[in-house]
């Protein structure tokens, strides 16, 4: 029997570069199985930034417009002063990675291919002219 010929150079499925968007099967409850597909969404709650800065050093910033700070006191450690008054020690992070994302900027979804399909139609038809126009010559 022979065997199969595969190409030296595939891609193992776990380090594929689609692995973004991939369709998969789901049942919930005893329903039919409905075919869905991953998206990658922009994360509802950092909105891509990836990042956010701590409430403390945001109060700092405030503070320090506020009575016009100058670069000078940012290096002789007021910073680390106004921080370890306000019980913080050593010095945090002034930005933190979003919890949703984890830092990614970017949350996994699902649409259902039913969904998908209504959405692409309702395009289509909203990107056709209407009237006389629209029937060719």
Known sequence: MAQAAYPST???????????????????????RMLKLLTRQTCPSCRGARLFQRPAWAQFWREWR??????????DGSVEQWFSNQG???LP?????????EGTG??????????LARLLRESDDRSQPEGPEATPP
């Open 93 to 101: 992070p002034e930005e933190v990675p979003c919890e949703i994302c």
């Open 66 to 75: 506020a009575r016009n700070g100058t670069l000078t006191e940012l290096e």
């Open 10 to 32: 595939a891609v193992p499925k776990e380090e594929s570069r689609f692995d973004h968007t991939a369709w998969r099967r789901a049942s919930v409850g005893g329903a039919p």
């Open 106 to 115: 970017e949350v996994d979804g699902t649409i259902r291919i039913e969904d």
């Open 88 to 90: 913080y020690d050593p």
